[in-house]
């Protein structure tokens, strides 16, 4: 499919018809400003909206949507490459149903619309050129809880309508073959691990964990048998990042997602990998994982491979 101009003026924005709930602009999310109290935020499965904006050949930390639910409605106001990837959700051109992980075009004037995901939970949306909403401390990822970045902070609404950046030369379809959603997440050993006893620890690696309805971007809160630390004394607070597990005094732990706080109190009885924590982030509520352990030469070899994935792309995405 070859681009081509439209007869009116190409205006470079795209419009919110519907918005659901909770969709939001991510990149990568802000980093370097931990020490000011300042959540990293970005997009909860990196993966997905990297891969998107590798198709789109976008650099790889513009920004996109991370969409939750449904139904949405989005009409390009310029012609328009784009790409959905993460979950499965139902999805329509004007009428023409399109899939995930494929570089679809759309002319000015057509409309996306989204229905629920048909598994897993979040959705994200890429243009070429990236939305441009402005930069706050180096990103443009929503802060729900700080209030800020984004698109004035907040979740998106009826009528809101997003700057995108310049269009790209792309003249082709051309699609992958996107990761598949396994409810086995990789995890390391935390810092207060051994202050469970055995049969506890045991419990942690053997059960599956639920996701609860009290999730959300800040951290998943989980469900399971109860894991108990015993006698040991108060922690002080400490440093905490995206993926660690920390075990509150209920026995049910929490794995904390890209806007959680910086700082913690609570024993870190495991962390999720890097190469993992988009598998928390697509479990939906209600949904299940185990956590498998591994140690920390398995997470680097991981993560090299998720790093391998990404950049096979870079030979595609011109076609």
């Known amino acids: ?74 009409e390009f106001e310029r012609d328009t490459w784009f790409v959905l990837c993460g979950a499965n959700f139902a999805a329509h051109l004007d009428h023409i149903s399109i899939s ?42 929503t802060d729900l809880q700080a209030q800020f970045g984004g698109f004035d902070g907040r979740a998106l609404k009826k009528g809101d309508r997003l700057p995108i950046g310049s269009p790209r030369n792309l003249r082709s379809r051309v699609g992958v073959q996107q990761r598949m959603w396994t409810p086995e997440v990789r995890a390391i050993r935390g ?13 942690f690696w053997q059960q599956a ?6 999730s959300n971007r800040m951290g998943f809160r989980l469900q399971g048998e109860t894991l108990e630390r015993g ?25 904390l997602l890209a806007d959680c706080q910086t700082t913690g109190g609570y024993p870190r009885i495991a962390t999720v990998i890097e190469a993992d924590l988009w598998k928390v982030a697509q479990t939906p509520i209600g949904g299940h994982f185990c956590f498998i352990e591994v140690d920390h030469d398995a997470a680097k070899i991981a993560s090299k491979k998720w790093q391998r994935e990404l950049n096979r792309l870079d030979g595609v995405i011109h076609a």
């Open 191 to 203: 810092p207060e691990f051994t202050q469970f006893d055995l049969p506890t620890q045991k419990r």
């Open 209 to 214: 964990w639920q996701v609860t309805s009290q």
């Open 231 to 255: 006698g040991h004394s108060q922690l002080l607070s400490h440093a905490v990042l995206p993926g660690v597990i920390q075990v509150p005094p209920n026995g049910q732990p929490i794995v």
């Open 1 to 74: 499919m070859h681009r081509e101009s439209g007869t009116r003026e190409q205006t470079s924005s795209i419009r919110m018809i519907r918005a659901g709930i909770l969709t939001t602009v991510q990149d990568l999310g802000r980093h370097g400003s931990r020490h000011l109290g300042v959540a990293q935020a970005g997009a909860l499965d990196r993966y997905s909206l990297m891969l998107a904006n590798k198709l789109l050949g976008n650099s790889i930390d513009s920004a996109g949507l991370e969409i939750l639910v449904g139904p949405v409605e989005i």
């Open 100 to 141: 995930k992980a494929w570089r679809h075009f759309a002319r000015a004037g057509q409309r996306l619309i989204l229905q629920g995901a048909q598994k897993e939970a979040r959705c994200y949306l890429a243009v070429d050129g990236g939305i441009c909403v402005g930069l706050v401390l180096g990103s443009r990822s």
